[in-house]
């Protein structure tokens, strides 16, 4: 992916590389960079930092949970060209969403491009579907939600912070730490496996209670090594 490779220009020029993983570290030692002429450290994601900070200010910001009557409910996003251009991939989450609908009330922000084409497929969904939402809003429908069903990479991990189980749309993931402690299921666009991941899900005891991102001071963490550097 363009990302990837762009990443992997920028680490090679850097003289501190601040990691959000110990995934992360081990990608940066398998590409030698432990024979590299620069420092890298685990500080934690920055997203968590921010996932944090905006989840204390979102109840005052946002009321779309008493707006749209929320309770028990899960939360889906589809945006991804793989599955919003692919009219197979999209009727079957489509269909497994509809299914799923009848256990769990599914609420879908939907993205235009996506909604373009599920209209020109004439598909009928019979859940809830609502215009794309705010940063304040999506942190309360995490917050409220049971489960999350997505394609997208960072709703992946801002489900993960804020305790709920997520079912990925997809067949890969850049977050394997999630998938290596269940928090997080593969279940492509297949409906069959879409429904089982959720069945699965409702066995699981899942504790959330383990720093697979770090503390949420990533962004402290930076700073100070930074200045530690600086001013030795």
């Keep these: 992916m363009p990302e990837e490779i762009n990443r992997i220009l920028t680490d090679r020029i850097s003289d501190y590389l601040f990691c959000p993983t110990i995934a992360s570290i081990n990608n940066l030692k398998n590409e030698g960079f432990d024979n590299l002429n620069n420092q890298f450290y685990n500080v934690g994601d920055v997203m968590l930092d921010a996932a944090l900070f905006y989840g204390k200010k979102s109840v005052e910001k946002s009321s779309i949970i008493n707006r749209l009557n929320l309770k028990k409910f899960a939360l889906c996003t ?3 060209a793989e599955n919003a251009d692919n009219p197979e991939k999209l009727t079957g989450i489509f269909e497994a969403l509809n299914k799923l609908n009848n256990e769990l009330p599914v609420l879908l922000p939907l993205h235009p491009r996506t909604q373009e ?9 019979s859940f ?5 939402v705010g940063y304040f809003d999506i942190i309360e429908i995490l917050k409220h939600c049971n489960i999350v069903l997505t394609d997208s990479g960072g709703l992946q991990k801002e489900a993960f912070f804020f305790g709920k189980p997520c079912i990925t749309l997809r067949e890969e993931t850049e977050w394997i730490e999630l998938t290596a402690h ?3 299921k593969l279940a492509g666009a297949n409906p069959a496996r879409i429904i089982n991941a959720y069945k699965e899900f409702l066995c699981l005891d899942i504790d959330f209670n383990i720093q697979l991102y770090g503390d949420g001071k990533a962004g402290e963490k930076i700073i100070n090594t930074l200045l530690s550097e600086i001013y030795k």
């Design 128 to 132: 809830t579907i609502i215009e794309p």
């Design 117 to 125: 084409k599920a209209e020109k497929l004439k598909i009928k969904p």
């Design 182 to 184: 269940s928090f997080n």
């Design 78 to 80: 589809i945006h991804r």
